[in-house]
């Protein structure tokens, strides 16, 4: 079975940084491309961004481009999301996801909820 | 980014009606579409890729047509379980974007 665990959300102030984690089971974790889609508070999906099986290409979103930082330990089987300089349009539920084809997510974790406030 | 927008943004059903959403892409993507259903405090979960292929799991009732700019996700005959928010995404080109959402509610 397919899980997926986000966690290292919280309550940050504007400027800091905080740390998601990913941890994946249930299947071949270097096969396959992952992403982040965050969803703020009573609001849509928005994308934020994706990295291919081997970690080798990373691609984002242009409203975290040179903030975020997404990277894998496929000896791990865990993701990260490194974010920087945060603001308050920064807040939101964060989900790690499973891509199957391209940017398609079959599978997503529970989410974790990042919290950019003073 | 290519621009997503879907309608109606909510409506009232019942259980048993044919219940259609589109979807228009601001320009063609082909058939690099997605469909997504989300309840409440829950993650969404993959209906429908490639604009009309059935994900594994999704119960027949639920269908989708179209390619190019417009798409449709129809449910041919609405259930309890089915009242939640619909969202369309494509992947034709980088970001990867997402109509607002059409929240189906119970009549």
């Known amino acids: 079975e397919v899980q997926l665990l986000e966690s290292g959300g919280g309550l940050v102030q504007p400027g800091g940084s905080l740390r998601l984690s990913c941890a994946a089971s249930g299947f071949t974790f270097s096969n396959y491309g992952m992403s982040w889609v965050r969803q703020a508070p009573g609001k849509g999906l928005e994308w934020v961004s994706g990295?291919?099986?081997?970690?080798?290409?990373?691609y984002y979103a242009d409203s975290v481009e040179g903030r975020f930082t997404f990277s894998r330990d496929n000896s791990k089987n865990t993701l990260y999301l490194q974010m920087n300089s945060l603001r308050a349009e920064d807040t939101a539920v964060y989900y790690c996801a499973k891509r199957v084809a391209s940017e398609v997510f079959d599978y997503w974790g529970q989410g974790t909820l990042v919290t950019v406030s003073s | 980014a290519i621009r997503m927008t879907q309608s109606p943004s909510s409506f009232s059903a019942s259980t048993g009606d044919r219940v259609t959403i589109t979807c228009r892409a601001s320009q063609g993507i082909a058939s690099y579409l997605a469909w997504y259903q989300q309840k409440p405090g829950k993650a969404p979960k993959l209906l429908i890729h490639?604009?009309?292929t059935l994900q594994s799991g999704v119960p027949s009732r639920f269908s989708g047509s179209g390619s190019g700019t417009d798409f449709a996700l129809t449910i041919s005959r609405l259930q309890a379980e089915d009242f939640a928010t619909y969202y369309c995404?494509?992947?034709?080109?980088?970001?990867?974007?997402f109509g607002q959402g059409t929240k189906v509610e119970i009549k």
């Open positions: 990295i291919t099986g081997s970690g080798g290409s990373t």
């Open positions: 490639t604009a009309s």
């Open positions: 995404q494509q992947f034709y080109d980088y970001p990867p974007t």
